[in-house]
Each structure stands twice: as C-alpha cells, then as structure tokens.
C-alpha cells in the first residue's frame, strides 16, 4: 500500500495518520432520488477503507492493519495495549475494532475493547461549534474501566479517521485519568487534512 504519513497533533503523546481520507471529490449530478453523486478518488489507505466501511468488504482489515504495522510498529513499539476508539455508530461487526485486534495480533499485544468504553450519548458534533465544548462533551460520553492488572501501561488508540481530533483529544483526556495508563498513542487510518 502506497501512503502519505503525516504526524496528528493532540495531547497525546505521539500520533500518525497514514494518509488523506480523499484526494478529489468531484459532484457528477443528482440520482433518482434526488441525492448529489459524487466522482471521487482516493488514495490506497482511503479506499481501503471505504470499501471496509461502506461497502463491508472485511477484506481490507489485513490490508490495512498490515500497513498500520509496517508504517508504525516499530513508532508505537512501547504499547503494550491497543485500544480500538469506541464507535459512534453501532455495526454488526465494527471497522475499527477488526483493524485494531489485527493490529494487535501482528504486534502480539493485547487489543482491549473493555477498557475505554462510550457509555453515554452525544448530541452530533456537527451541532457543537468550539472545540473545547466537543472535547468536554465526548470526555462526559467515555468511561475506563478498571480491567489491567497492577502495572502501568503506554497505549494506542487506532481509529479509522482523524478530522478535527476532538474525539481522540477525550479519549486521550479519560485515558490519562487512568493511573496505570503511561503514554497515549494515537493511529488513524486517514485524515481529512
């Protein structure tokens, strides 16, 4: 896979997206229902996973968790844990979550969906203007369990998209509250800019 590695800021301790989420997004006209259509094009990591999560083509979880592991394992080397980012939409099978356990089966580390759990719900973020308000609204939405063993513990969050960070900022924010938590990394798939 051919990708474009771009460092993510945040209050994490380090983060890296693997490449922009499209390249081009040309409208091409209305459907029969009346809804604009779209030519876009994208990059490898992008439409790897568009066909992932939007045409259920688990296929591309090797792909893509592959090409986490090769751009970034040796980064990340200090993770003990992964951590799939809680999804804000409920699937039968969750993107996410199948990229992060493979990613950690690659890496022979544990992948822990029980230790930051979303347990309340949020108004859409589109609806929230400032920043701050949509990081302090998402940290009231996440809770961490007390699941690891004494010890502390450096993570990595891996989500599927990086757009303006708020959610992986409450992530990181509920993760550091934890005391056997160390270092928080962060790795996306794709980014919007």
């Known amino acids: 896979m051919d990708v474009n590695i771009k460092q993510i800021d945040g209050m994490w ?22 809804h604009m259509q779209f030519d876009t094009t994208r990059p490898e990591a992008g439409e790897a996973l568009f ?35 809680p999804a804000s939409r409920t699937r039968n099978r969750q993107p996410v979550t199948e990229i992060a356990t493979e990613y ?28 701050d308000e949509k990081v302090s609204t998402l940290v009231g939405a996440f809770t961490v369990y007390d699941v690891l063993p004494s010890g502390k513990y450096d993570v990595l969050i891996i989500d599927d998209l990086f757009d303006t960070g708020s959610s992986l900022e409450a992530a ?12 928080v990394y962060v790795a996306t798939v794709t980014r919007k800019r």
């Open 51 to 85: 066909q992932l999560k939007y045409r259920s083509d688990y296929s591309q979880v090797g792909a893509i968790a592959n090409q986490l592991n090769t751009s970034f394992g040796q980064v990340f080397s200090s993770a003990s844990l992964v951590i799939p980012m």
């Open 13 to 34: 301790t380090l983060g890296y997206s693997l490449d922009k989420h499209t390249l081009s997004s040309t409208p091409t006209g209305y459907n029969e229902y009346g």
């Open 172 to 183: 990181t924010t509920v993760l550091k509250s934890y005391p056997k938590i160390g270092n």
């Open 104 to 131: 950690a089966r690659l890496r022979g580390i544990p992948c822990r969906e029980d230790l930051l759990v979303k347990t309340g719900t949020t108004v859409p973020m589109k609806d929230i203007e400032s920043r």
